[in-house]
């Protein structure tokens, strides 16, 4: 069964697009189908693998009703790009009669095709963000390193206690948060303490270290097992994937 995994924070800088990217390589270096999807009208996550004026995009099928523009980055590897008039689609969606649905609805005939696919959100609880949840089995939640990101993670939890009620998508499952951008520090070690007490397992052992070899990837358009294959970055990313699988593994029993 394909794995869809939605990737969100309503905050910006945590870490989403990078975990798809590398994520999403990750999975794809273990032979499995991937592919993305750039769910965000800022569309970093098209940048970041060279996609910059993409001859379609999500919004073209999620409001146009045009077919999906996948993009093979790699072999087993694809994406779905966005454009900036993806801002435009949740004013769109909002009358649209399957305007919670949209994304599903359009990924259904396509998604056996994959063994995961990955979703890549804007920072924001919206109506994008709500599409992205309807269609996904999964949530993973980056929480950058500092104490300021880690606040507001109830009202993440609170939305997705809203997918999963009133029959909307009853086994959307929450993967866990994992920290980004940790370095040797107090504070670092202390925001991780402090998720473990509050969360406790739903916190994944994986921690994302700040590494400036994935702060550099998205201009040479490419992901870190590529640009950077003995990093700290693609060690960490390997080590989340692993984690992943083993999570999902234990969610299947």
Same mark, same amino acid.
């Given at each position: 069964?394909?794995?869809? +995994?939605?990737? #969100?924070?309503?905050?910006?800088?945590?870490?989403?697009?990078?975990?798809? $990217?590398?994520?999403?390589?990750?999975?794809?270096?273990?032979? &499995? =189908?991937?592919?993305?999807?750039?769910?965000?009208?800022?569309?970093?996550?098209?940048?970041?693998?060279?996609?910059?004026?993409?001859?379609?995009?999500?919004?073209?099928?999620? +409001?146009?009703? !045009?077919?999906?523009? $996948?993009?093979? +980055?790699?072999?087993?590897?694809?994406?779905?790009?966005?454009? @900036?008039? @993806?801002?435009?689609? *949740?004013?769109?969606?909002?009358?649209?009669?399957?305007? &919670?649905? =949209?994304?599903?609805? %359009?990924?259904?005939?396509? =998604?056996?095709?994959?063994?995961?696919?990955? +979703?890549?959100?804007?920072?924001?609880?919206? @109506? @994008?963000?709500?599409?992205?949840?309807?269609?996904?089995?999964?949530?993973?939640?980056?929480?950058?390193?500092?104490?300021?990101?880690?606040?507001?993670?109830?009202?993440?939890?609170?939305?997705?206690?809203? %997918?999963?009620?009133?029959?909307?998508?009853?086994?959307? =499952?929450?993967?866990?948060?994992?920290?980004?951008?940790?370095?040797?520090? %107090?504070?670092?070690?202390? #925001?991780?303490?402090?998720?473990? !007490?509050?969360?406790? !397992?739903?916190?994944?052992?994986?921690?994302?270290?700040?590494?400036?070899?994935?702060? *550099?990837?998205?201009?040479?358009?490419?992901?870190?097992?590529?640009?950077?294959?003995?990093?700290?970055?693609?060690?960490? &990313?390997?080590?989340?994937?692993?984690? %992943?699988?083993?999570?999902?593994?234990?969610?299947?029993?």
């Amino acid at each position: 069964m394909t794995k869809v +995994i939605t990737i #969100i924070n309503h905050k910006g800088g945590t870490g989403k697009t990078t975990t798809t $990217i590398n994520l999403g390589k990750a999975l794809q270096l273990k032979n &499995y =189908r991937v592919l993305l999807i750039d769910f965000d009208p800022q569309a970093n996550l098209s940048q970041s693998l060279g996609q910059f004026q993409p001859e379609s995009s999500i919004y073209a099928s999620i +409001i146009e009703n !045009k077919p999906l523009h $996948i993009i093979s +980055i790699a072999e087993n590897f694809s994406l779905i790009p966005a454009e @900036l008039n @993806l801002a435009e689609a *949740e004013s769109k969606l909002l009358t649209h009669p399957e305007g &919670y649905y =949209r994304l599903k609805s %359009v990924l259904d005939p396509t =998604r056996e095709s994959y063994d995961f696919i990955l +979703i890549d959100c804007p920072p924001s609880l919206a @109506l @994008l963000t709500f599409n992205a949840c309807f269609a996904s089995t999964h949530v993973l939640i980056p929480v950058q390193s500092q104490f300021l990101a880690t606040q507001g993670l109830h009202t993440i939890i609170d939305l997705l206690k809203t %997918v999963q009620t009133g029959f909307i998508n009853p086994n959307l =499952r929450l993967l866990g948060l994992f920290l980004t951008m940790t370095e040797r520090t %107090v504070l670092s070690q202390s #925001i991780a303490e402090s998720l473990g !007490k509050e969360y406790g !397992k739903k916190l994944l052992n994986t921690v994302i270290r700040k590494n400036i070899a994935l702060a *550099e990837c998205p201009a040479v358009g490419q992901d870190i097992f590529t640009y950077a294959p003995h990093s700290n970055g693609a060690t960490d &990313y390997q080590k989340l994937a692993e984690e %992943v699988l083993t999570r999902l593994e234990l969610d299947s029993k």
